[in-house]
């Protein structure tokens, strides 16, 4: 199973499961990059199903990696996932849950060194 979501910039978000085991971790990456990441970790004739709204918009590059689910084009909301894990997971394994960041913000890859000039600086004089 390979979620392909749309990281925006030209970037997709990926991550490869088999059954319920994560295979290697999160990337983003370019879409045309992504043949090759499937290639390094499927196994001969093992079946890839892509699904999410990263497989359904960069189509032309997914379907020549593996059937691409259709009915899965959008992303689930934070609500859906947080009841999805409630229905399986305790609630202390919930309480040491924490996102996961793929990659920076806009505001860090733009501003590294923060944005002291910005629209809420405080004015001078």
Do not use: W
């Amino acid at each position: 199973l390979v979620p392909v979501l749309d990281a925006r910039r030209k970037e997709i978000f990926v991550s490869m499961y088999r059954a319920s085991e994560a295979i290697g971790s999160e990337r983003v990456l370019a879409p045309e990059e992504l043949a090759e990441l499937v290639a390094e970790q499927a196994h001969a004739g093992e079946r890839i199903v892509l699904f999410g709204d990263g497989a359904s918009k960069y189509l032309a590059q997914t379907t020549v990696i593996g059937e691409v689910l259709r009915d899965c084009r959008q992303t689930p909301s934070a609500r859906a996932v947080a009841r999805l894990a409630r229905t399986i997971a305790s609630t202390a394994t919930l309480a040491e849950t924490a996102p996961s960041y793929v990659r920076l913000p806009e505001a860090q890859i733009k501003f590294p060194n923060g944005n002291t000039g910005g629209t809420f600086a405080a004015k001078k004089g």
